[in-house]
Each structure stands twice: as C-alpha cells, then as structure tokens.
C-alpha cells in the first residue's frame, strides 16, 4: 500500500485524474491525503468533490479555507466572489449532502508518521495541543449548531493565542491557523496580509514553520494552502501546494522514509 499527500486540487478534475493516472492509484490498495482546498477557481469543483467523495475510506482530506468558504455560502453566511467558481455545486441536486460530508472532514490528519493540515501551526502548539485544537473545532463543524459559528467565524482577530481568550474567539483563532496561516512574527502573532514567497515579507515576520523554538518541530508536517511558497522541504514540514489552478503543477508527495515528489504540469 502507497500513500500519496496531494496538493490543493481547487477543482482541478482533470488534472487530478491524469495524476493518478501517474501514480498508478489503486483505491483498494492505496490512500490519498489532500491538504485541502479541494474545489473553488477552477473550472470542475463538483466534479472534485463527488469523485473524492465517492473514494470512501480511501482518501482523507483537512478542510482548506476555500471549502470552508463553500460551506458558508451554501449558508448564506458569505457572498460568492468574483474568481468563485462555486454555482455548479451550490445549484446540484446533491448539494446538501456534498456539504454535509465535507464539514465532517477533519481539519488535522495524522498517522505514527506524518501529520497533514491545510496551512499552518502557531509556535506554542506541540502535538498535543494541536490535537485538542483541532478536536476543539471539529466538534463544532459536525455538530447541529454549526451554522452559528459560520456567522462569526471570519475576522483577523484574535492574531495571538491566549488561554483567556473567549471560546469563539479561541476557536476562530484556531480555524484561521489551521486554514489560514503563512507568517507570524516570532511571538506568533499572526500576519494575514503578506501571501508572497519568502524574503518578500516584512522583517519582523517569518513564516510559521521557522518560528524559532516552535514546538511542533518533532511533527512531520504536510501542508498546502502556499501556492507562492511552491513546493518545499525544510524544518521537518512539506510544502505541497505547487500552483496548480495557476498554470504550475500538481504534485503528490509518496509518504515514507524517503518521500518522494511527483507531479504533473498543469494545461490550465
């Protein structure tokens, strides 16, 4: 059995399916793990969703900030955006059960060796804590009110994590480290505004993997959501998203003591 990481797919059908093709994916031998962000941009977000779906236990995927984007507008907590490329799920008829199975996603993925998730961790969390985090938020995802946080979840604030925070506060705090995160400073406050590569942002700032002391150094990390960053291996973490919805790669990284990169060039 292979287990593959994959990048953001953003509804990237086609090019998902010529990468398994690649990969010679077998769903009754092999695993897929997606970083998340698997539809909205590109052009089949449907097609994505009902195909990873259908995959059953074969394939894990965290929740990315685009497919909690998804969730919000089919609440009517959020407006589609220009760039969404959202209508052809929120107007199918199985709408309401593509939703309902994607906010049952886990937002934090792990196995004795990896540990997946859609953007990034702050500094003071080890895994311990980012197991409970994750759980935190989870259990309001799946339960029957979680149309109530949608309606509050969105903001930049709290940008640091303190114990006294209020619980909304602690968990909007959590879904934007898991889904949101690309800089903080060494504090780990977070920065929501610099998306480019590194060296491009501001001095006090670093991206959140090279926080000094960061306390999920011994987690080997795969993550998505960077597609500036591109793909990228260092302090024990793995880069996945490799730009695929803007003419770049998509690119699954095979799990083991050698992980190794493929992809495929993307015709979009």
Not at 31 to 57: A, H, M, Q, Y
Not at 60 to 86: C, E, M, P, S, Y
Not at 256 to 268: E, R, V
């Amino acid at each position: 059995m292979a287990i593959y990481a994959i990048g953001d797919v953003q509804g990237c059908y086609d090019q998902l399916r010529r990468l398994l093709d690649k990969l010679d994916f077998e769903a009754k031998r092999d695993e897929l793990w997606f970083v998340g962000d698997l539809v909205n941009r590109g052009p089949k977000s449907l097609e994505t969703l009902r195909f990873i779906k259908s995959l059953g236990d074969s394939a894990v995927t965290v929740l990315g900030n685009h497919d909690l984007h998804l969730i919000a507008t089919f609440l009517n907590q959020r407006k589609t955006r220009r760039k969404d490329t959202l209508s052809q799920v929120l107007e199918a008829s199985d709408c309401e059960e593509l939703i309902d199975w994607l906010r049952k996603r886990p937002i934090f993925h792990h196995n004795k060796d990896f540990c997946m998730l859609h953007a990034g961790l702050p500094p003071q969390w080890g895994f311990d804590t980012t197991q409970k985090m994750a759980a935190k938020v989870e259990k309001i995802f799946r339960g029957s009110d979680y149309g109530y946080f949608f309606k509050t979840m969105y903001g930049d604030k709290p940008d640091i994590w303190s114990k006294d925070l209020a619980n909304m506060e602690k968990a909007r705090f959590i879904v934007n480290c898991f889904t949101r995160m690309r800089y903080c400073d060494r504090h780990g406050r977070l920065d929501f505004h610099q998306k480019g590569e590194p060296g491009s942002q501001h001095p006090h700032l670093m991206p959140w993997y090279a926080v000094p002391g960061r306390k999920s150094i011994n987690m080997k990390i795969v993550f998505g959501h960077w597609s500036t960053l591109g793909f990228f291996h260092g302090y024990n973490c793995y880069a996945i998203d490799t730009g695929c919805l803007w003419g770049g790669e998509l690119t699954a990284l095979k799990l083991g003591n050698h992980p190794k990169k493929i992809s495929i060039q993307s015709d979009l």
